[in-house]
């Protein structure tokens, strides 16, 4: 008996409609906190799989042997090539099992080792199978971009904690009037601007800024500025600080950040504050009762909403 495999088995069967989507290939296979298998989940990236290992230290025995069934049964399931790569707590991402894996078509980071693409609901995403910490999209997020991407027609839109500038990509195809995504990190600018270019977009050095989220709200306020929809996407866990600064503390920073942005929003606007902050201590429990709405997560993440990601938004 494998406890891991079948529980994958279990969960593919009810996801039927998102392996049947010919515009959607990136999405979550297996939660294993609510399907049975703690310690895992298994994501599908295009025509990779990323299967993360929770635990630290060496896999035991029995771990391997359970690792080694799932394998079979990806193999079984979508291709005996598929390449399979495994990202563990305390270790660099590694493949083992498939074939070499091909970026997309066009992508101007397509040397690095391990880089494919994705499509969601017809956007493309380059995302990194062996490179960072995470390979660069949230399929948890997917109903919050098409939130986005529904209501940027004509609009100017701010991107706070943009990483990868996913949701800078989802305003933008969405006929936003400008987009601008803010990230501290200069690589995770650089794979939006990759993002950007594999949708055909336009190479504007001024849809992708380098700064720390608190100053850039900082002199935007000083200087006035206001946005027609503005996304707040920040780490959930602390982080340490980067050119002088203190990091970032989820508990501390999230309810004051959110109260700062506010002020950044046009008339008739809205504010999208990505979550994944967990317990029981919720910032939009400091929200006045009834001034947002949740988004909920898509189908293939089970569980209780607050104890992953949560999309609310916030209309002016």
Not at 202 to 212: G, V
């Amino acid at each position: 008996m494998s406890v891991l495999a079948d529980a994958f088995e279990a969960a593919w069967d009810l996801r039927a409609e998102l392996h049947g989507d010919p515009d959607t290939d990136v999405y979550r296979l297996l939660d294993g906190m609510y399907e049975g298998a703690p310690g895992w989940t298994v994501d599908r990236f295009g025509d990779a799989v990323s299967l993360r290992r929770y635990a630290r230290g060496e896999l035991s025995a029995d771990e391997s042997e359970q690792l080694g069934r799932l394998v079979e049964s990806l193999q079984r399931r979508l291709d005996d090539d598929v390449p399979v790569f495994l990202r563990q707590a305390d270790r660099a991402p590694v493949q083992i099992a498939g074939v070499v894996v091909l970026p997309a078509e066009g992508d101007p980071l397509s040397a690095r080792p391990g880089r494919c693409g994705v499509r969601e609901r017809g956007l493309r995403f380059g995302v990194d199978m062996l490179w960072g910490q995470n390979p660069g999209l949230f399929a948890d997020a997917r109903e919050a971009r098409q939130a986005v991407r529904d209501r940027s027609e004509g609009r100017r839109i701010l991107n706070l904690f943009s990483y990868t500038s996913a949701f800078g990509v989802a305003a933008a195809v969405g006929g936003a009037r400008s987009t601008t995504n803010v990230d501290v990190v200069l690589t995770a600018l650089e794979r939006g601007r990759a993002n950007y270019g594999l949708n055909g977009l336009p190479d504007d050095p001024r849809a992708h800024l380098r700064s720390e989220g608190f100053e850039f709200v900082k002199r935007a306020l000083k200087r006035g500025e206001t946005w027609d929809g503005v996304v707040v996407d920040p780490p959930p866990v602390r982080t340490r600080g980067k050119r002088r600064g203190r990091g970032w503390d989820p508990d501390r920073d999230l309810p004051r950040l959110v109260e700062a942005v506010r002020s950044l929003v046009s008339p008739g606007g809205w504010l999208l504050v990505v979550s994944a902050v967990r317990g029981r201590d919720r910032f939009e429990d400091r929200l006045d009762p009834g001034s947002w709405i949740g988004i909920p997560r898509g189908a293939d993440f089970p569980g209780p909403l607050e104890q992953g990601m949560r999309g609310l938004l916030l209309e002016t």
